[in-house]
């Protein structure tokens, strides 16, 4: 089914150690994103990328890493978790601009617990 | 600084009832999106609105859009215990990025 896929969909990491979020799209989406969800709220946004080898910081970006070398996929970083990091993140992508009215299309999530 | 504020953010209602949700930003934007999330669950899209005096409905949800007045309204006609979710209000601000609102968590009792 075509879509975003996110991968793993549950991770506990103790304090200080790395991992790398997964995130894929096959719809040959332009823009990908990824965002955070803390219990009870909205999403924040994290890092985005309008393009392969184009990435931009969003309202939350300390702690993390992105890097965007194909169209399809959109890997998130953790260098040193830390507790601040719990949380669930959503992957999510969209066509570029005149393609499209549509909403963004959004992965299934990765709940981290950071302890 | 794009805010998006939503209100109620608890809802409790009777099947059957109505009741609206309102969706207050403070720039301009030229597209507002409905989502709606279940518990532990990821996002989907309900509605996109494009312009001035929108409306779009699917089923027993109505949404509406003023740009004049930077309010949108997302309208539950009847409810019935299926429509019990989190709804987020969405804008787009600057290169295709989403501000979301706090959420209205709707729990619809028999």
């Known amino acids: 089914n075509a879509g975003v896929t996110q991968t793993p969909k549950f991770r506990i990491l103790k304090i200080g150690q790395s991992m790398t979020l997964q995130c894929a799209q096959d719809m040959n989406h332009n823009y990908m994103y990824w965002y955070r969800q803390d219990p009870g709220m909205g999403l924040k946004l994290i890092y985005y990328s309008v393009g392969a080898g184009i990435t931009d910081k969003g309202e939350v970006p300390n702690g993390y890493n992105v890097s965007r070398s194909t169209t399809e996929d959109f890997p998130l970083r953790l260098e040193l978790a830390a507790p601040s990091q719990t949380s669930v993140y959503f992957c999510a992508s969209r066509p570029q601009t005149g393609q499209g009215v549509n909403g963004y299309t959004f992965g299934s999530g990765t709940r981290l617990t950071v302890v | 600084e794009l805010k998006v504020e939503q209100n109620p953010l608890f809802l409790s209602m009777q099947e059957g009832k109505n009741y609206t949700i309102y969706c207050n930003y403070s720039?301009?934007?030229?597209?507002l999106y409905w989502y709606r999330q279940d518990p532990g669950k990821s996002l989907e899209s309900l509605f996109v609105?494009?312009?001035?005096?929108a409306v779009k409905q699917e089923g027993r949800l109505m949404a509406s859009l003023d740009t004049k007045a930077r309010l949108s309204t997302l309208h539950i006609t009847a409810a019935v215990h299926d429509l019990s979710a989190t709804y987020f209000c969405?804008?787009?601000?600057?290169?295709?990025?989403?501000?979301f609102g706090q959420g209205t968590r709707l729990t619809i009792n028999p």
């Open positions: 720039t301009t934007s030229d597209r």
């Open positions: 609105l494009l312009s001035n005096g």
């Open positions: 969405v804008i787009i601000q600057g290169a295709q990025k989403l501000v």
